[in-house]
Structure formats: structure tokens, C-alpha cells
């Protein structure tokens, strides 16, 4: 089993910035990578940005790209999910998630194999 513990959501105003952090621990040898998904009240979760922990590759939603970026320190078990201006539509609980296949990631998650507890964003507008 992999337990994965998220850290740093949190109310800011429109135009500002988060940084969330996901750590993970147990049996990290059987995932490849870990990413965020969010889900905001009467909507469908939504793969944000995903990595590849062993190249660094990503992936991101078009709705973030050029203002998140992710990014992981292996030697933590950790990744990063850094959020810049930020908007009222980007408020929602964010999920992390680790998986052995990528595939699971970028999708809708209903085959990803390990969750965090998520954590809530909220910005104002």
C-alpha cells in the first residue's frame, strides 16, 4: 500500500498563489507516477497535472497550463503542485494521486490506485 498525505490548500484572493505538497510513503517502488486531481461542487473530477516520477515528464490540463507547474523531489517521496494566478474557476478540493500506469492519470481516475485525502482551494474573486 502507498499512503499519500497532502499539505498547503487554503483561501486566497484572485490573482494570487498556492503551493500544494504531497507526500508519499509505504510501498513508493510500485507507483511511476502521481499527479492532482480536483473537483469542484457539481462538477466532474478533473485530472490537473500529472509526472512521471522517474523522467519528469508532465502532463497538463488545458485549463492550467501556463500557470501550474509540477514537479517532484524523489529523494521525499514528495511532488509539488505550484499555482499561480489562480481564479475563482480553479477553486475545488485537490486530490492528490499516485498510479503505476500513467494512462490512469490523465483520465477520469477511476482506475487510479492511490488517493490522498484531498485538500481545499478556495479563491475569491
Known amino acids: 500500500q502507498v499512503q499519500l498525505a497532502e499539505s498547503g490548500g487554503g483561501l486566497v484572493q484572485s490573482g494570487g498563489s498556492l503551493r500544494l505538497s504531497c507526500a508519499a510513503s509505504?510501498?513508493?517502488?510500485?507507483?511511476?507516477?502521481m499527479g492532482w486531481f480536483r473537483q469542484a461542487p457539481g462538477k466532474e473530477r478533473e485530472s490537473v497535472a500529472v509526472?512521471?516520477?522517474?523522467?519528469?515528464?508532465?502532463y497538463y490540463a488545458d485549463s492550467v497550463k501556463g500557470r501550474f507547474t509540477i514537479s517532484r523531489d524523489n529523494a521525499k517521496n514528495t511532488v509539488y503542485l505550484q499555482m499561480n494566478t489562480l481564479n475563482p474557476e480553479d477553486t475545488a478540493v485537490y486530490y492528490c494521486?499516485?498510479?503505476?500506469?500513467?494512462?490512469?492519470?490523465?483520465?477520469?481516475?477511476?482506475?487510479?490506485?492511490?488517493w490522498g485525502q484531498g485538500t481545499q482551494v478556495t479563491v475569491s474573486s
Open positions: 509526472i512521471r516520477l522517474s523522467s519528469g515528464s508532465t
Open positions: 509505504g510501498r513508493t517502488y510500485s507507483i511511476a507516477s
Open positions: 494521486a499516485a498510479d503505476r500506469t500513467w494512462a490512469h492519470l490523465i483520465a477520469t481516475g477511476n482506475e487510479v490506485d492511490y
